[in-house]
């Protein structure tokens, strides 16, 4: 699940994150969207992580949430 906190903001949160995932594999799976700031990941329980990703510019966000 996909959520993004304001038009003008260029960070998307990214639940059920698999623990096998990587933040280079998210890069890699969100780059279609638009250029990647940054990726942070946080363990959510003991299945599955919270990933943030942030883009360069607010489209990137809302083209990832339209496209996911």
Partial sequence: MLHVFS????T???SNVS???SEQDLKE???FSGDIEYVEMKSH???????FV???DPQGAETAVLLS
């Fill in 7 to 10: 038009s003008q903001i260029k």
């Fill in 12 to 14: 998307i949160q990214v």
């Fill in 19 to 21: 623990l096998g995932a």
């Fill in 29 to 31: 799976f969100f780059s």
């Fill in 45 to 51: 329980d003991e299945r599955s992580q919270i990933a």
């Fill in 54 to 56: 942030t883009f360069k």
